[in-house]
């Protein structure tokens, strides 16, 4: 089966600009989540959502929003992007409820660079 | 604030030798996973431990939960070169679909 689809591999943008990620899961997968992976912080929970409604919100600043459709597809939107939003954004999608032993598929992942 | 410290951060080593890297919390988990990843692409899913003191092998890796579930273990018997990667632990919270992850370990096994 197809695993998760995340849009576009890679993209680079100027400072003050915004961006929109998207994310498909995997087939009967209702959960998505999303992180932000660098290489001083590691993987950093952004915000969780499903059945179009987001269940958990990490520490980021109000520039990062997402939203889910009723296909359990996702977007991931930052606004007025700062330098330091240069990161590996990773989707993951899940069957509800981690802690009954499932796990996240994760996408490959946007490079997102700022400049 | 929740956080796993991995240990080691980096770790090189000979084809054939054998490896733990250790995952450590002040805070109390209902699961641990374990994933690895490889340049350019997301973490893959290696194993998910939910009870405290739990044991779970694949081929040559073993992966342990602490008995108090704050810790865990990833033991790699004869390492390969294909075992090269950066391995992350995550900690489930109750309750919560949010994970937290770990550090990491870059490991590399030399041919």
């Known amino acids: 089966k197809a695993g998760v689809t995340q849009t576009p591999r890679y993209l680079i943008k100027t400072r003050g600009q915004q961006v929109t990620l998207s994310c498909s899961p995997i087939?009967?997968?209702?959960?998505v989540s999303w992180y932000q992976q660098t290489p001083g912080q590691g993987l950093q929970f952004l915000f969780e959502?499903?059945?179009?409604?987001?269940?958990n919100k990490g520490n980021f600043p109000g520039r990062f929003s997402g939203r889910q459709f009723s296909n359990s597809r996702s977007e991931m939107n930052v606004s007025t992007l700062e330098l330091g939003d240069s990161a590996l954004y990773l989707c993951?999608?899940?069957?509800?409820?981690?802690?009954?032993?499932?796990?996240?598929?994760f996408g490959s992942g946007t490079r997102l660079t700022v400049v | 604030t929740q956080l796993l410290e991995q240990s080691p951060q980096f770790l090189s080593i000979q084809e054939g030798e054998n490896l733990t890297v250790y995952c450590n919390s002040s805070?109390?988990?209902?699961?641990l996973q374990w994933y690895r990843q490889e340049p350019g692409e997301g973490p893959v899913l290696l194993v998910t431990?939910?009870?405290?003191?739990e044991v779970k092998k694949l081929k040559r890796l073993t992966f342990q939960f602490g008995d108090a579930r704050k810790d865990s273990s990833l033991h790699i018997t004869a390492a390969q070169p294909g075992d090269t990667g950066l391995y992350l632990c995550?900690?489930?919270?109750?309750?919560?679909?949010?994970?937290?992850f770990g550090t990491g370990t870059r490991l590399t096994i030399i041919p």
């Open positions: 993951a999608s899940s069957l509800s409820l981690l802690e009954r032993g499932n796990g996240y598929t």
């Open positions: 995550a900690g489930g919270d109750f309750g919560n679909e949010k994970l937290t």
């Open positions: 959502y499903f059945s179009e409604t987001q269940r």
């Open positions: 805070s109390v988990f209902s699961s």
């Open positions: 431990v939910v009870t405290g003191g």
């Open positions: 087939s009967g997968h209702r959960s």
